[in-house]
């Protein structure tokens, strides 16, 4: 079993930062790739960022410049440094992960995982 678990969400005035954790953990053979997705009141779930392992960022058009994504392999986290927060920013935010386990004698297998959440709030 693995299991992402987030920290960091809140409340903020617009203009602001706020940092997002994300840490992995369980039976993890390798992370392949991590990231943040969010959902806002009646919108679909969109991409944020995503880090693949010795890869390059990559990050929504929208949060380019102003959010920077980050990590850790050591401590199998990520993090989301949210800078310049707009009102439009107001979502949930779920970390991601692209993960493969041993699944006994079937091999290495990855798959999709996903945190509970974390809400972030931008007023103006």
């Not at 903020?12 to 953990?25: D, E, F, K, N, Y």
């Not at 890869?55 to 102003?66: F, H, I, L, M, Q």
């Not at 050591?74 to 993960?99: P, R, S």
Request: glycine share 14%; hydrophobic share 35%.
């Amino acid at each position: 079993q693995v299991q992402l678990v987030e920290s960091g969400g809140g409340l903020v005035q617009a203009g602001g930062s706020l940092r997002l954790s994300c840490t992995a953990s369980g039976s993890i053979y390798r992370i392949n790739n991590m990231g943040w997705y969010r959902q806002a009141p009646g919108k679909q779930r969109e991409l944020v960022a995503t880090l693949t392992t010795g890869g390059a960022p990559n990050y929504a058009d929208s949060v380019e410049g102003r959010f920077t994504i980050s990590g850790d392999s050591a401590k199998k986290t990520v993090y989301l440094q949210m800078n310049a927060l707009e009102t439009e920013d107001t979502a949930v935010y779920y970390c991601f992960g692209k993960i493969a386990v041993i699944c006994g004698s079937i091999g290495i297998q990855e798959y999709d995982h996903w945190g509970q959440g974390t809400q972030v709030t931008v007023s103006s």
